[in-house]
């Protein structure tokens, strides 16, 4: 390992806007990636061999050449979900990092895993789900260590968070992003609600109910909000099909953040009406067999309508999915494999 991995600066300097904190001019060492400013470096975090084996993050920082946060943008915690993974992509292409003030750390996919043996929900080796497992640890299977790695390797290392999903690889999705009003710092919550408003996506679901245990903080952006970090969640693109508008919104999203946190120059924007979406609930299947649903997204629905059906495998109706509040479909899975308890829907209230 070279001396300069272990040489960071540490000079603290007042950023220019005088409602900014104040900012270290660090430089980062994130896996094998040491930052240099004024460059964009790519490399890996390795995750070590435990019970299953090793794998790797891919990872690039964008360091700028003037003090300023740290972001992280992360992308392919679930594997089949590839509009906000090729939106990085394009998001490091065209950073131009001699505008950036601050540190940009991108993971591009954070579950390998799962990308490459293109899996839904759950990791092909474990069978876990990574955004169900944070912290993580050093000493669990694949999804744990991996979980790990981003708490100590990103995590610990940014001041705010987006982990960008969209709908999996078997959910048709309206884009939407979560706003986690976690109730312990004020402060924290509103910088969240504002990073959720920056990022553009005009629906916001509220959240109220993610866990405040720093030991079983379990969402990946749950996770840097528990420490004072403000982070959301987004959701944009479905079905496993990375399309034009899709990505380019999820790259809008990550520019519009940089320019909120005056991270580059330029207009800083807030969705200026959003639609706040509380109570949400999740529908999960009765039974296993075949889903035939029943509505598009963003359709209204009152209380008691029919999502959609299950039939047997011989294509016997078994059991009817009902809307249990009146709401709009923010996903509806639209593949027919079902296993009982998975999601089928989601159904949102939108504010008046
Ligand atoms: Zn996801």
Redesign the pocket.
């Given at each position: 390992m070279l001396l300069n991995a272990l040489v960071y600066l540490t000079i603290r300097t007042r950023a220019s806007s005088s409602q900014s904190p104040i900012f270290a001019m660090t430089l980062l060492t994130v896996g094998s990636v040491v930052a240099r400013p004024g460059e964009k470096i790519s490399g890996y975090i390795e995750v070590p061999e435990g019970v299953d084996p090793a794998t790797r993050i891919p990872v690039t920082i964008a360091t700028g050449t003037k003090p300023g946060p740290v972001l992280a943008l992360i992308a392919g915690?679930?594997g089949s979900?590839p509009s906000p993974i090729l939106a990085l992509q394009r998001v490091r292409r065209e950073l131009d990092v001699s505008q950036l003030a601050g540190t940009v750390i991108i993971v591009h996919i954070a579950n390998l895993p799962s990308f490459t043996q293109r899996t839904i929900y759950r990791g092909p080796w474990d069978q876990k789900n990574l955004?169900r497992m944070f912290p993580g640890s050093p000493y669990g299977t694949v999804s744990e260590r991996i979980a790990f790695a981003i708490t100590t390797q990103v995590i610990d290392q940014c001041d705010c968070l987006i982990d960008m999903?969209?709908g999996?690889g078997n959910e048709s999705l309206r884009p939407y992003a979560y706003w986690n009003q976690l109730g312990v710092d004020e402060s924290v919550d509103a910088r969240a609600r504002d990073l959720a408003l920056a990022f553009g996506l005009d629906h916001i679901v509220i959240d109220r109910n993610r866990p405040r245990d720093s030991a079983a903080t379990v969402f990946c952006s749950n996770t840097a909000h528990v420490h004072g970090k403000p982070a959301v969640t987004t959701e944009a693109g479905g079905v496993g099909v990375p399309t034009e508008d899709m990505v380019e919104l999820n790259v809008r999203g990550a520019f519009r953040v940089m320019r909120h946190l005056e991270m580059l120059p330029g207009p800083r924007e807030l969705v200026e009406h959003p639609v706040w979406i509380e109570p949400s609930e999740v529908l999960s299947s009765p039974d296993t067999g075949t889903w035939h649903p029943l509505v598009q997204l963003d359709q209204h629905v009152e209380q008691g309508a029919l999502l959609g059906y299950l039939t047997d495998y011989f294509g016997e109706r078994i059991a009817d999915v009902r809307a249990p509040i009146a709401g709009i479909v923010m996903y509806v899975v639209v593949s027919p494999a079902m296993g009982r308890g998975e999601p089928v829907a989601m159904v949102g209230v939108p504010s008046a």
């Open positions: 915690i679930h979900e955004n999903h969209s999996d």
